[in-house]
């Protein structure tokens, strides 16, 4: 991912930030549809702020894809979400002079990996003052919800132009094209390489946990036993003295670390398990102290597992009903 960052960027200064005179020699025109200009116009760019937008969400759904694709399966998503949205683009606009370029119908592809890969992740929805850099207000979904709207509003829009044959500069079509094609790629991968391990035995957190701890590396190290892994916190975890995130690797929530005060004390995590005895069993094999299977006072099954500070993580077969961090 960072090499394509890197050579969107480098490509904007090498074509004079831009130049018209470029953009229409290496864009993809339809009406002069060239196989070369197919892959060149995924790399340009019109400008700083159409490089900075595009790079942006680049970054914000490429990290996970690519860490769950690697660098060379990522690469190929990439062109061949690029290669899809210019597709569906042309099939559109056939006969338009006006040449395509930009990065965000390949981008839009990624999203649609993310979509396939991650589709209860937790999203902020940031809305802001047209014109303006306020924000109004700030609204908690997930991926299915926030991408699904947008890829959405992505089709109306393009219904909407090209039935009122309004001229727009937007490519609506690559955006829907490249997501589609991204989503297709992304459901082709599961199906060649479904899930292994704790992954493939449906483990996720129902709902964030907020966990103080004392020595930030031995829980990192702990969980990584269980395929936590590091990712991302908000600017609202950091506020709350976030200082670390770790995934399961599927679609559910975080834990957050915070370093511990005097008054912390052992907690219980509830983990939702679709596929109870294969992570059990997958949990002792990598020699963590697994309980046995028992009964909750709700009748549910369960095992328990403390980690290296003394917190118990509760594991329950998944029933699809969200649970909250309990107290002992």
Partial sequence: MIALIVTNSLLLLATNWGSQSVLGQYGFTPAEPRVTTLFTSMFLHAGILHLLGNMWFLWMFGVRVEDRLGSLGF???YLLSGLGATGLDYAFNIGSKVPCV????AISGIAGAYFAFFPRSRVDLAIYFPGYFTQLKTFQTRTHAALGAWFGEQFLL?????????????????????????LFFALA??????PEGLEAAGLSLPTEVFLGVRNLTSMR????????RE????????????VMALNSGGDGEPILFRHADAEDTP????????????ARGILRDRGLPVSAIWFDKQGTQCFSLDDAEGNTLKFTQSTGHHRRLAAP
Wanted: charged share 15%; aromatic share 18%; no cysteine.
């Fill in 102 to 105: 930009g990065a965000s119908g």
């Fill in 221 to 228: 190290r702990w969980y990584g036993k269980l395929g936590f």
């Fill in 158 to 182: 393009g219904l909407v132009f090209y039935y009122a044959h309004f001229r727009y500069s937007i490519a609506f079509w690559a955006h829907v094209g490249g997501f589609a094609a991204g």
């Fill in 189 to 194: 991968f599961l199906v060649i390489r479904p």
């Fill in 231 to 242: 990712t991302a916190m908000t600017q609202e975890d950091k506020d709350y003295g976030g």
């Fill in 75 to 77: 690469a190929l998503l």
């Fill in 267 to 278: 907690a219980t995590i509830l983990i939702d398990v679709k596929h109870l005895d294969k």
